[in-house]
């Protein structure tokens, strides 16, 4: 559903979720939230995360799940503030519901 120019997130050099940015993508709590969540997500707290237009990411055809990022910029979190991680945790109970 993502268009060529949302956003995708990934942590660098570590296995783990794929975010993508679909609306908001200029706002920058909203990339700096997308950027937590793909830590929260790998299971990490802080670390370097990729941004790449979703046009810049393709699906590698040898392995599920791997994909190639052609092009990205990079931010650095260093930690996730707490009301962040309430935040994604409030949001994963309300969707069990």
Known sequence: IAKKDDLFFHVKDYPGAHVALLNGKENPRMREL???????????????VMIAKIKDVKKNP???GLVN???YETVVVHDIPK???ELFRNNKETQKQ
């Open 34 to 48: 997308a950027a937590e969540l793909a830590l929260y997500l790998s299971h990490l707290d802080s670390g370097t």
């Open 62 to 64: 040898n392995k599920i």
């Open 83 to 85: 009301e962040d991680i």
């Open 69 to 71: 990022i052609l092009r």
